[in-house]
């Protein structure tokens, strides 16, 4: 099994009629989980066919509306279809007063409960599960911000077909050998696990990091990382501009990449000045090669 990222929207600020703001849904086994909620949202995830009531966990990076204006509308919608899950939603102080005094002076009541956690601080564990682990990441903004790390966790060891036969394993034994257990014949013989089981594919990781300024304490955090989605919000050309804003440049996020050897870079968040994304590629494949602009609808498997 591996983390699939739906990419809903590549744009920063201002959205067009073709870019929308910051969304994205990570797949994992079957549990869906939103990462930034930016205005019109809950379009994307309809025209991407994504169910929304499967998203129990909605993480948001930090309070600029480009991240989370779309929050309160998904949020109603939900309540709309009858949702019953509880929801969680990760983000840094203040989004639960945010939300909740819009649906209090509305008058309206949701019928789910939702369950608010801040976050504290970066290297956080904010959501641990049977099949991932989700980390906050420091970012550097004008606000408090942080990324989100999905570390997918390892899959169960796979029963070779030939020692089915082999060693006549009855169904019973079958879920605890799985899990790297040795088995034990009726008449007493001990089976090593290692001749019964190939290893379950690696773990993957992935790494959410946007909005932030070139930030090189990110590189450490980022070992092993298999698909980093970097925001470039600008090129080299607005250098002045990325530094005043807290946004980096293509080439930062290469750089970032780079350094920190990760197998995979997704540009995304860009400033809705570019119509073409082929300057981002330019600058940034010199440095990393493998690096790619984020397309809106496309899947990423990591
Ligand atoms: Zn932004
Ligand atoms: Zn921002």
Do not use: W
Not at 183 to 203: A, H, Q, S, Y
Not at 290 to 301: F, H, I, R, S
């Amino acid at each position: 099994m591996a983390l699939k990222v739906l990419i809903l929207g590549s744009g920063s600020a201002l959205p067009t009629i073709s870019t929308n703001q910051t969304s994205q849904v990570i797949e994992c086994g079957n549990q869906l989980y939103l990462v930034d909620c930016g205005e019109g949202t809950q379009i994307q995830l309809r025209k991407n066919k994504v169910k929304i009531q499967n998203i129990n966990h909605i993480f948001i990076s930090h309070l600029h509306g480009d991240h989370f204006f779309g929050l309160v509308g998904l949020l109603s919608t939900m309540h709309l279809l009858g949702r019953k899950n509880e929801l969680n939603i990760y983000a840094p102080k203040g989004l639960d007063e945010i939300v909740k005094i819009q649906f209090r002076n509305a008058g309206s009541y949701l019928s789910f409960e939702m369950h608010f956690h801040t976050i504290e601080q970066s290297g956080e564990i904010l959501l641990e599960d049977s099949k991932l682990t989700v980390k906050s990441l420091p970012l550097k903004h004008r606000i408090p911000c942080y990324g989100f790390l999905f570390e997918e966790k390892e899959g169960l060891r796979k029963i070779k077909i030939s020692a089915l036969a082999e060693y006549k394993i009855p169904t019973y034994a079958r879920k605890s050998i799985t899990e790297g257990k040795d088995f034990e014949r009726p008449e007493g013989e001990v089976i090593p696990n290692r001749l019964l089981t190939n290893d379950p594919p690696k773990p993957t990781k992935y790494a959410f990091c946007s909005d932030t300024a070139y930030y090189e304490k990110l590189i450490p955090l980022l070992k092993d990382v298999d698909l980093l989605y970097h925001e470039a919000t600008f090129i080299e050309s607005e250098r002045k501009r990325a530094i005043k804003t807290f946004h980096p440049t293509a080439a930062d996020a290469a750089n970032i990449a780079k350094k920190s050897e990760v197998k995979k870079l997704l540009l995304g968040h860009f400033s809705n000045r570019y119509k073409h994304k082929d300057g981002f590629l330019q600058e940034a494949r010199p440095i990393f090669k493998e690096t790619d602009v984020a397309v809106e609808g496309k899947e990423y498997l990591v």
